[in-house]
Structure formats: structure tokens, C-alpha cells
């Protein structure tokens, strides 16, 4: 047995010396624990130990959990604490770790001992927490542990947090914000995110957190620095473009609110927006902040007007198949002229020339020019005007080459080409190709293939030019209406917007015939406005069809008086409704005095 005892303690001191030298982690041996309990929880003296051993190990620590068979003689040396530092020593642990668990009735005293290897004057330091029932012992251990971990790791327990310098926010709502509790480790992560979360109230302008060294531990203040409220809001230097009641319109920073620079930063960019829309393209805006008592501030919105400017010249780089002035008519956005003091020529609006770029590329790509690009627009600010240069990857003219139709094919493959127009193009033209694969999903889907996918698939020829197009379609399954459901009319009874439907519940999708439908609804003149939307049904092949109208005014009322002279007075007076109790009828009456 005992040689039995030196191989194992061999093994163990190489086990932890490596980690001890190499790592410098903490590391703990756990003696067998006595329990005085009932036998049928004798099963404790085992499983103590290894609570402690996994809790202490999620703390950082290496565990070693000795039994009766490798330290047999644990019991004799319980109370020699030499000999408890030699068992310390041997295994290479730093500290040593033993107690006892105490049970009556249904009270418990969980008792742990532990002491340093290394340090022979220290004595043993003692860690007691009482329980009640087995459920609540793993608890009891945990917490245990984490009193442990302050002695093994050196470590501090939070005592207290204070919150200091506030005055308008509460400090409940400060500290609901904080994690960190009194009882916890102090830990300065934990403390760094909770600086950051209560700085993310936005409240404040400056935060720091003290450390206060007590005898049991540490006090955490929060020093908070509020943002001064806004007394005054006042707007200089607009002059020409708008007065200061437009201007306040936008504004999201109020009165009485907490000063907050993201704000302030938004509230001049909509400014600038708004000088932009009237070609003060220059305009400056800034702010000033004067604070004043009681933590109050006031806040300026300063703006230089300068003077408007308007689009002098557009200048195209790299076109060669097409001039300036082709690709200027694709545009919204113009030059000045003469006729600008009247018109929008000469405007920048940068949502219109953002979507002149997209109207150039298209333009290309109907042309046949599939691998064109346009550039981001260069906006040059001047004194005279606004310069905007455009610069454009042309790339080689590409024309239709072989055109095919594949995959699930309900027509021969020479009809269904009969009915596109790509065929039709010297050139590659995107749009018209859209337009075809459009024509084909309305062909599919009047025959009931309501998910019917058309996709054009492209093969371009670098040598000869040309544009191989395949369109290839899987048309999924035949869809059924499975249930249409009318929506939103108030007055006009369902039977009257069912009969001028042209589709009909257990019948095949047909897109045309829900076209005709919303059609027939409209010239009605019953709504104001008609909405059509399909779901999914029970299965994959069935539909349910939502018709939600908007009810307007049916009836009218006219009347009209008149007079020859005093004696020869007349009158009329005449009443229609046209959806008469909401069946659709017409009534009209006239009257004549």
C-alpha cells in the first residue's frame, strides 16, 4: 500500500509542478470530508468533495480530490497541521483543503478548513454556511466556494456601491443598470461594462469610477456628471431661404431636454438637407452651447447662407458610342439655362441623380453594352456653380446571338418563341428581355402555375460578341383557388364584388383573369381602393385569394333655385345613390317645385 501511495504521489507532484512552474495557477488538494449524517447519506462524503473540486476548478483553480485508498491514513492527520502541509508539499498543491458536513433533521453546517502549503506561520482559515434540505446543499457549496476564492485568488468582495454627482436622474434607475453587486468579486471587466452601460443612458457627460478600500472589502462609487438641459434654442444667420418657424419644424432637440450632441449632430444635418433643396449647396451650420446655472445650457444653431448654386456644367468621361448630350437627355438632372429661374433646370437633388446613373446603365445595357458601368457622380462645389463629372466603362457592344427556351415546357419550344421579343433585337437589350420573361410567367400562370420560375440564363462571347440566351422555366405545380375571401366592405354586400370576380374558389389560378377581376371592381366606382393579395392554402397546390376594398361615397344630393321675378320663383332638387343598401342598385329621384 504505501508503495502503492509514493508511485501515486509521484505521479500527482509531476501533475502539478508542471502546472505550478509553468502556469503559475493556484492549485488546491481536497482531503476526504467527514460526514455526520444518517447512513443513507453517507453517499456525501464523496460527493462534497467533488462539488468543491468542480467549483473551485471553474474558478481558475487545479484540483486534486484525494480518497480513503490513496491517503489512507488522512484521518490520524487531521488535526497535525505539519502534516497536512508535508501531504500539501508532496502533491505540489498550494493549499490544502478537508471538513466535515453536519446534518440534523433537516438542518445542515457545512464546515471547511484550508491552509497555505508554503506559509507556516499562517493558521488555517475557517469557512462555515449553514442549510436546510438536500436540494439547497449544492447552493450552499457554491456559494461557499466563492468565499474560498477570495482567500485562493486573492481577490475582493464588493461591500457597497454609491452613486455620486447625480441630481436629475434617480440613482434606482442608475443602478438597475449596474451588474455588479455588492457580495460579488471585484472584478474590473465587470465594472468597465457597467461604466459602459450607464454611459449608453445618454444622460451623462462624464463618468468615473473610485475604489475604497475597506476591512471587508471594496466600495465602488460611481461619479456621474450630467448633461445640462437645454433652456434656449436659437437659430442666426438664415436669412434668405427660410424663416426660423420652417426651420424649428425639423428640429428634434427641444426645450427642457437633456443636451445630447447626436441630436444636435442630426438636427444639423437635416438643415443642410433643406438649404440643399434650395441649391445653398455651400451653406454652413454649426452650433454653440453657453451653458448657464442650475446646469442649464443654452444651444445656437448658427448658418451661413451663402449664396445658391445651381448645376453649371455635367461632363461625361470614357462614352464614345454615345456623346454628353445623348446621355444628358437620359437625365432629370440639367444645366442652368435661362428659362432656370422658373423651372428646376439647373437643381440638384441627389436622390434625381442618383437615379439618372441607374437610367444611364440601363440605357447601355438595352443596347446591348452588358458589361457597362457608370461611376458614383463627382460633385465639385465652385463659386460659379456646381460641377458634376460622371465617369462611364462603355465596354464592347454584344448582340442577341442563339435564343432558347428549356426545362418545363407546356407549348412546343417554337410557340412559346413565337411569343418574346428578344428574337426581334440586332442587340442585347435587358429591358425587352425582362419584358419577356414577364410575358411568360403571365402565359404559365394562366394556365394555373401561379409559382411558375422563369429565369434567363446568359452566356456572353468575348470573340464573336454575341449573347447566348437561355431561358430556362420550371413550372412548378397547377395551383387552385382554395378559399377567396372578401375583406373591409362596410356597405356593399359580398355577393355583389363575388359576381364581378372572374375567378372562382376550386378553380385553376389564372392571372389574367384576376386582372379582369380588379378591373371589373374598380369601374364599379363603389371604392376608393381595391387590394388583391394571395397566401399560401392548406397544401402547395392550393391558394387563398384576400380581396380588401375601400368604401366610398356613393350617393349625391344637387339642388337648384332660380327666379323670373317675384311672383315666378322655382326650384329643383335631385337624389341618386348608386350601390342602393349595398346591392349594387341605382336609385335616382328629382324633384321640381
Given at each position: 500500500?504505501?508503495?502503492?501511495?509514493?508511485?501515486?504521489?509521484?505521479?500527482?507532484?509531476?501533475?502539478?509542478?508542471?502546472?505550478?512552474?509553468?502556469?503559475?495557477?493556484?492549485?488546491?488538494?481536497?482531503?476526504?470530508?467527514?460526514?455526520?449524517?444518517?447512513?443513507?447519506l453517507s453517499y456525501l462524503q464523496e460527493e462534497i468533495p467533488k462539488a468543491l473540486s468542480n467549483q473551485l476548478e471553474q474558478e481558475g483553480a487545479k484540483v486534486l480530490v484525494l480518497d480513503e485508498d490513496s491517503l489512507p491514513s488522512w484521518k490520524q492527520q487531521i488535526e497535525n497541521i505539519a502534516?497536512?502541509?508535508?501531504?500539501?508539499?508532496?502533491?505540489?498543491?498550494?493549499?490544502?483543503?478537508?471538513?466535515?458536513?453536519?446534518?440534523?433533521?433537516?438542518?445542515?453546517?457545512?464546515?471547511?478548513?484550508?491552509?497555505?502549503?508554503?506559509?507556516?506561520?499562517?493558521?488555517?482559515?475557517?469557512?462555515?454556511?449553514?442549510?436546510?434540505?438536500?436540494?439547497?446543499?449544492?447552493?450552499?457549496?457554491?456559494?461557499?466556494?466563492?468565499?474560498?476564492?477570495?482567500?485562493?485568488?486573492?481577490?475582493?468582495?464588493?461591500?457597497?456601491?454609491?452613486?455620486?454627482?447625480?441630481?436629475?436622474?434617480?440613482?434606482?434607475?442608475?443602478?438597475?443598470?449596474?451588474?455588479?453587486?455588492?457580495?460579488?468579486?471585484?472584478?474590473?471587466?465587470?465594472?468597465?461594462?457597467?461604466?459602459?452601460?450607464?454611459?449608453?443612458?445618454?444622460?451623462?457627460?462624464?463618468?468615473?469610477?473610485?475604489?475604497?478600500?475597506?476591512?471587508?472589502?471594496?466600495?465602488?462609487?460611481?461619479?456621474?456628471?450630467?448633461?445640462?438641459?437645454?433652456?434656449?434654442?436659437?437659430?442666426?444667420?438664415?436669412?434668405?431661404?427660410?424663416?426660423?418657424?420652417?426651420?424649428?419644424?425639423?428640429?428634434?432637440?427641444?426645450?427642457?431636454?437633456?443636451?445630447?450632441?447626436?441630436?444636435?449632430?442630426?438636427?444639423?444635418?437635416?438643415?443642410?438637407?433643406?438649404?440643399?433643396?434650395?441649391?445653398?449647396?455651400?451653406?454652413?451650420?454649426?452650433?454653440?452651447?453657453?451653458?448657464?446655472?442650475?446646469?442649464?445650457?443654452?444651444?445656437?444653431?448658427?448658418?451661413?447662407?451663402?449664396?445658391?448654386?445651381?448645376?453649371?456644367?455635367?461632363?461625361?468621361?470614357?462614352?464614345?458610342?454615345?456623346?454628353?448630350?445623348?446621355?444628358?437627355?437620359?437625365?432629370?438632372?440639367?444645366?442652368?439655362?435661362?428659362?432656370?429661374?422658373?423651372?428646376?433646370?439647373?437643381?440638384?437633388?441627389?436622390?434625381?441623380?442618383?437615379?439618372?446613373?441607374?437610367?444611364?446603365?440601363?440605357?447601355?445595357?438595352?443596347?446591348?453594352?452588358?458589361?457597362?458601368?457608370?461611376?458614383?457622380?463627382?460633385?465639385?462645389?465652385?463659386?460659379?456653380?456646381?460641377?458634376?463629372?460622371?465617369?462611364?466603362?462603355?465596354?464592347?457592344?454584344?448582340?442577341?446571338?442563339?435564343?432558347?427556351?428549356?426545362?418545363?415546357?407546356?407549348?412546343?419550344?417554337?410557340?412559346?418563341?413565337?411569343?418574346?421579343?428578344?428574337?426581334?433585337?440586332?442587340?442585347?437589350?435587358?429591358?425587352?428581355?425582362?419584358?419577356?420573361?414577364?410575358?411568360?410567367?403571365?402565359?404559365?400562370?394562366?394556365?394555373?402555375?401561379?409559382?411558375?420560375?422563369?429565369?434567363?440564363?446568359?452566356?456572353?462571347?468575348?470573340?464573336?460578341?454575341?449573347?447566348?440566351?437561355?431561358?430556362?422555366?420550371?413550372?412548378?405545380?397547377?395551383?387552385?383557388?382554395?378559399?377567396?375571401?372578401?375583406?373591409?366592405?362596410?356597405?356593399?354586400?359580398?355577393?355583389?364584388?363575388?359576381?364581378?370576380?372572374?375567378?372562382?374558389?376550386?378553380?385553376?389560378?389564372?392571372?389574367?383573369?384576376?386582372?379582369?377581376?380588379?378591373?371589373?371592381?374598380?369601374?364599379?366606382?363603389?371604392?376608393?381602393?381595391?387590394?388583391?393579395?394571395?397566401?399560401?392554402?392548406?397544401?402547395?397546390?392550393?391558394?387563398?385569394?384576400?380581396?380588401?376594398?375601400?368604401?366610398?361615397?356613393?350617393?349625391?344630393?344637387?339642388?337648384?333655385?332660380?327666379?323670373?321675378?317675384?311672383?315666378?320663383?322655382?326650384?329643383?332638387?335631385?337624389?341618386?345613390?348608386?350601390?342602393?343598401?349595398?346591392?349594387?342598385?341605382?336609385?335616382?329621384?328629382?324633384?321640381?317645385?
Amino acid at each position: 500500500m504505501i508503495k502503492r501511495l509514493c508511485l501515486l504521489l509521484i505521479a500527482i507532484v509531476g501533475y502539478f509542478s508542471g502546472t505550478l512552474y509553468a502556469q503559475q495557477t493556484i492549485s488546491v488538494v481536497v482531503l476526504p470530508f467527514e460526514v455526520h449524517a444518517k447512513p443513507e447519506l453517507s453517499y456525501l462524503q464523496e460527493e462534497i468533495p467533488k462539488a468543491l473540486s468542480n467549483q473551485l476548478e471553474q474558478e481558475g483553480a487545479k484540483v486534486l480530490v484525494l480518497d480513503e485508498d490513496s491517503l489512507p491514513s488522512w484521518k490520524q492527520q487531521i488535526e497535525n497541521i505539519a502534516q497536512l502541509r508535508e501531504i500539501g508539499f508532496q502533491t505540489g498543491a498550494q493549499y490544502v483543503l478537508w471538513g466535515s458536513l453536519t446534518w440534523i433533521g433537516q438542518q445542515f453546517s457545512l464546515d471547511v478548513k484550508l491552509i497555505s502549503s508554503l506559509e507556516e506561520e499562517k493558521k488555517p482559515v475557517l469557512f462555515s454556511r449553514d442549510g436546510r434540505g438536500v436540494e439547497n446543499l449544492p447552493t450552499t457549496v457554491k456559494e461557499m466556494v466563492k468565499d474560498i476564492s477570495l482567500v485562493l485568488f486573492k481577490r475582493e468582495k464588493i461591500v457597497d456601491i454609491v452613486i455620486k454627482g447625480n441630481d436629475r436622474i434617480e440613482a434606482d434607475a442608475i443602478r438597475r443598470l449596474i451588474k455588479s453587486q455588492p457580495g460579488d468579486i471585484y472584478n474590473l471587466k465587470s465594472l468597465s461594462q457597467d461604466l459602459k452601460a450607464v454611459y449608453a443612458m445618454g444622460y451623462f457627460d462624464d463618468i468615473r469610477i473610485e475604489a475604497q478600500t475597506k476591512p471587508d472589502g471594496k466600495v465602488i462609487i460611481f461619479n456621474v456628471k450630467e448633461k445640462p438641459i437645454v433652456r434656449n434654442i436659437r437659430l442666426r444667420g438664415n436669412i434668405q431661404a427660410y424663416d426660423e418657424e420652417e426651420l424649428r419644424e425639423v428640429l428634434t432637440v427641444r426645450t427642457g431636454s437633456i443636451l445630447n450632441l447626436y441630436k444636435i449632430n442630426n438636427d444639423i444635418a437635416r438643415i443642410k438637407e433643406m438649404y440643399n433643396e434650395k441649391n445653398y449647396h455651400n451653406a454652413k451650420v454649426d452650433y454653440k452651447i453657453t451653458p448657464q446655472q442650475k446646469n442649464q445650457a443654452d444651444l445656437e444653431f448658427i448658418i451661413e447662407e451663402v449664396k445658391r448654386l445651381h448645376v453649371t456644367r455635367i461632363r461625361f468621361e470614357g462614352n464614345r458610342a454615345y456623346s454628353d448630350d445623348d446621355l444628358k437627355d437620359l437625365m432629370t438632372t440639367s444645366e442652368e439655362n435661362i428659362f432656370s429661374w422658373f423651372t428646376d433646370a439647373g437643381d440638384l437633388v441627389y436622390q434625381n441623380l442618383s437615379r439618372d446613373v441607374a437610367q444611364i446603365v440601363a440605357f447601355y445595357r438595352n443596347n446591348g453594352y452588358i458589361q457597362a458601368r457608370v461611376g458614383e457622380p463627382q460633385i465639385e462645389y465652385k463659386e460659379e456653380g456646381v460641377e458634376i463629372n460622371i465617369k462611364v466603362v462603355e465596354g464592347p457592344q454584344f448582340k442577341v446571338g442563339n435564343v432558347k427556351i428549356s426545362g418545363d415546357l407546356i407549348l412546343p419550344e417554337q410557340q412559346l418563341l413565337e411569343k418574346i421579343k428578344i428574337l426581334e433585337e440586332k442587340y442585347y437589350n435587358r429591358e425587352v428581355l425582362r419584358n419577356d420573361v414577364l410575358a411568360l410567367n403571365d402565359l404559365y400562370a394562366n394556365e394555373g402555375y401561379a409559382n411558375v420560375d422563369v429565369s434567363p440564363r446568359i452566356a456572353q462571347h468575348e470573340q464573336e460578341l454575341s449573347v447566348d440566351i437561355d431561358i430556362v422555366i420550371e413550372k412548378g405545380k397547377q395551383v387552385y383557388f382554395e378559399q377567396i375571401i372578401i375583406g373591409g366592405n362596410t356597405k356593399t354586400r359580398d355577393k355583389v364584388i363575388r359576381r364581378e370576380l372572374r375567378v372562382y374558389e376550386q378553380e385553376l389560378f389564372s392571372a389574367e383573369r384576376l386582372r379582369r377581376s380588379i378591373q371589373n371592381l374598380n369601374r364599379l366606382d363603389f371604392f376608393g381602393d381595391v387590394q388583391v393579395n394571395t397566401a399560401a392554402g392548406s397544401a402547395d397546390d392550393k391558394k387563398i385569394l384576400r380581396v380588401d376594398v375601400t368604401e366610398k361615397s356613393t350617393g349625391t344630393v344637387q339642388f337648384g333655385a332660380g327666379y323670373g321675378n317675384v311672383e315666378s320663383l322655382f326650384g329643383a332638387a335631385s337624389i341618386s345613390e348608386r350601390n342602393l343598401f349595398g346591392r349594387g342598385q341605382t336609385l335616382s329621384l328629382d324633384f321640381k317645385l
